[in-house]
């Protein structure tokens, strides 16, 4: 019998456009012949089916049901397609353990952590893995330009702490462009952070888990385009930057690289496919962790599904491992 497959999509951040081109992907590539797929919009009007008819069927959130044609829907596992809350912060994901439903993603507390940029860089470090110098504010709390431009070395880069999608990011190369950089960011998060840049390349590392086994995509340099400073929302998703994968770099470089991607999801207890931000500053020699996003971007253009191509593998056998990974360990 096929398993009945929820895949959650929306969201109630500006990253719930992302989130549905995502979810288009994604429910592309399930195999029909193996799971019932049902998408499902999480929005800030409600949690509905559209059936193919056009109607909107509302989620009995109690249980996470669904009401269809005289029958309830019990979902076997959810496809979490979400992008920012609360799909990448482990609300959802709280809710889900209540119900004892399994899901394709990091738990509740690891997503939390990872969607909460000061801590994930803060627990890294921990586990010594090299991450940039940063200073973490709160809306609600006074700070001092003076002092945070005395204790970082421009450039900076200044961002929301919790989101995604480099939406409300900024770099500055002056501190009296700090000012307007942190407004721009509290407009989008009552919590910012800002970091000493770190000079090398960018890349980007798929990892997941399968069958027990923790494994290493292709990896994906990221170079945002000439017009283009750093790697900012247009870069990500208006044709700004360019990625290649697989990366061209030595094996010494891409044997760092996974061998600190491996260690990050482990010291992490991730689960599921995530992406694991890198620069790599060749002066030293070693690569700096900037970010772990546990949801990352399925569209057809995004590097996850650039690096599963890139594998030699194909979205619909990648996707059936991550469900049947979550159907057996959770």
């Not at 501190?175 to 950089?181: D, F, I, K, S």
């Not at 292709?218 to 790697?231: G, H, L, S």
């Not at 697989?246 to 010291?267: F, G, H, R």
Request: proline share 4%.
């Amino acid at each position: 019998m096929k398993k009945k497959i929820a895949l959650v999509t929306g969201g109630y951040s500006g990253e719930a456009t992302i989130s549905y081109r995502s979810a288009t992907t994604i429910y592309n590539h399930l195999n029909k012949d193996k799971y019932d797929v049902y998408k499902i919009d999480v929005n800030p009007k409600g949690w509905f089916y559209e059936d193919g008819t056009g109607s909107k069927i509302e989620v009995n959130k109690d249980d996470f049901t669904l009401p269809l044609n005289g029958h309830k829907i019990n979902f076997d596992a959810v496809f979490i397609g979400m992008h920012g809350t609360p799909g990448e912060d482990g609300k959802l994901q709280g809710y889900f353990d209540m119900l004892n439903l399994p899901y394709t993603s990091c738990n509740a507390a690891t997503s939390a952590i990872t969607f909460n940029k000061r801590y994930t860089v803060a627990v890294a470090a921990m586990a010594g893995i090299p991450v940039a110098k940063s200073v973490h504010l709160f809306n609600h709390t006074k700070y001092n330009l003076d002092d945070i431009a005395s204790s970082l070395t421009p450039p900076l880069f200044v961002k929301p702490n919790n989101g995604g999608s480099s939406i409300g990011m900024s770099k500055v190369t002056e501190p009296v462009q700090l000012e307007e950089a942190l407004e721009k960011a509290f407009k989008e998060d009552d919590q910012v952070l800002i970091e000493q840049m770190i000079k090398g390349r960018e890349f980007t590392v798929g990892v997941f888990k399968s069958r027990g086994e923790i494994r290493v995509l292709p990896i994906t340099e990221v170079v945002a385009n000439k017009e283009k400073d750093f790697f900012d929302f247009e870069a990500k998703y208006g044709g700004k930057s360019t990625e290649i994968t697989p990366a061209e770099i030595t094996e010494d470089w891409k044997s760092q690289l996974e061998t600190n991607a491996k260690k990050i999801y482990q010291v992490f207890n991730c689960r599921g496919v995530v992406r694991i931000d890198f620069i790599y500053n060749a002066e030293e020699n070693k690569p700096y962790m900037l970010e772990i996003n546990t949801i990352p971007g399925q569209s057809d253009a995004s590097v996850i599904p650039q690096q599963v191509r890139a594998s030699g593998e194909n979205l619909e056998d990648f996707y059936s491992k991550l469900l049947e990974e979550a159907l057996e360990t959770q």
